[in-house]
């Protein structure tokens, strides 16, 4: 008989979106899931909905941009469960406005998605660390996007390469940021247990698009899950989109 504990997931930014799909593939899989996200009222109607479907998904206050929250939830996490398994950082924002040339996009709005979609990230990780390795397969999944592709960007025959997603260059360049950011951390951690890897989803429907996009969050929660669930043997330092590398 097997008494070891189901494998522990947090994935960020899950009440909605594509990282709530991703929290419910995983449990469906059988990973005990932290549904976090920065609303705690959110995420306890997003977990409690999950649970309702008999799935082990429970809530957790994280805003990605609050140090103090950060450190609360690591405190949580460690008291509760004394180990991660994995960690899928998702939570991201997209602010700028579509139509503006790339020269045009107001500092400020630079700054504040920096904050989520990298320095966010950063910090998370680095928190979560110690209590990752004490996982004997620990997984980082960050999702990035294929908007941080710089060669995709300067291809023109991307889709890529058109006046709307040229005005995305703060979310963009958070993109390519956490991508090198993912190969730096996947240096480090050569040679443990732990996986770090990044993904781009695919052009999801979801309310950062304002609900356009080529796939529903089913299909663009995929890489995410599979990159999570990686086993012992699977890559580290990739950037895939459903089994395909991306180009950096
Ligand atoms: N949809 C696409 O086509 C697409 C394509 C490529 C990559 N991606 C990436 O996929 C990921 C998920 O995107 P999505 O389309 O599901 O976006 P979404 O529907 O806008 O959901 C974003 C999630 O992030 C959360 N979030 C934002 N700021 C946060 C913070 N400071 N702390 C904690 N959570 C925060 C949001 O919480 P609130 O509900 O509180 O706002 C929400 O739960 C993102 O990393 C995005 O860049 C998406």
């Not at 503006?100 to 504040?112: D, G, I, T, Y």
Request: charged share 20%; hydrophobic share 40%.
């Amino acid at each position: 008989m097997n008494h070891s504990p189901p494998p522990l997931a947090l994935v960020t930014g899950a009440n909605r979106g594509l990282g709530h799909e991703t929290a419910r593939r995983l449990a469906g899989a059988g990973v005990q899931v932290l549904l976090a996200g920065r609303n705690r009222e959110a995420v306890t109607q997003a977990a409690k909905h999950l649970r309702q479907d008999g799935l082990s998904v429970d809530p957790l206050a994280l805003d990605v941009t609050d140090p103090a929250g950060i450190r609360a939830a690591v405190a949580d996490v460690e008291r509760d469960h004394g180990r991660l398994d994995i960690l899928v950082n998702n939570a991201a924002i997209r602010i700028e406005e579509y139509g503006k040339q790339p020269s045009q996009q107001p500092l400020a709005q630079w700054r504040a998605t920096f904050d989520t979609n990298l320095f966010g990230v950063v910090e998370v990780t680095q928190a979560f660390l110690p209590l990752l390795r004490r996982s004997a397969a620990g997984r980082i999944v960050n999702v990035s996007s294929l908007l941080g592709s710089v060669t995709t960007h300067d291809d023109p025959d991307s889709y890529a390469y058109s006046p709307m997603f040229k005005s995305l260059p703060a979310y963009s360049a958070s993109k390519s940021a956490l991508n090198s950011w993912t190969v730096h951390l996947a240096y480090e951690l050569r040679g443990t247990p732990i996986k770090v890897n990044a993904v781009h989803p695919g052009y999801t429907r979801t309310g950062m698009n304002d609900g356009a996009g080529d796939l529903d969050v089913s299909e663009g929660a995929s890489t995410s899950v599979a990159m999570a669930l990686l086993d012992d043997d699977g890559p580290t330092g990739t950037y895939t989109h459903q089994g395909q590398t991306i180009p950096w």
